[in-house]
């Protein structure tokens, strides 16, 4: 086993390297697209008194998050509550 390691411990650090860049890659997709949805809430929130703006972010922040039209004002307020604390 000592040998092993020996000769291929290149191999096994460069694999442990990969594994770790992986999971850091996935981990900051994820935090890419929470903010991306918290941007696409708080623009739709920021124009919320003139109907015509509200509805054209309401529609945008539904495509940029995933969610139905109907239920992005609730996801919206999901997001928030998530962000607070």
Same mark, same amino acid.
């Given at each position: 086993? $000592? ?29 890419? /697209? ?8 708080? /623009? ?6 003139? /109907? ?24 919206? /307020?999901?997001?928030?509550?998530? $962000?607070?604390?």
């Amino acid at each position: 086993m $000592n040998k092993f390691l020996e000769k291929n411990i290149t191999i096994v650090l460069l694999a442990i390297i990969g594994y770790f860049l992986f999971s850091i890659s996935g981990s900051l997709k994820e935090s890419a /697209k929470y903010y991306s949805d918290l941007r696409a809430c708080a /623009k739709m929130k920021a124009f919320i008194k003139d /109907k015509d703006s509200s509805k054209l972010y309401e529609q945008e922040a539904a495509k940029t998050t995933g969610v139905e039209v109907n239920y992005v004002g609730e996801y919206c /307020k999901k997001l928030n509550q998530q $962000n607070l604390f």
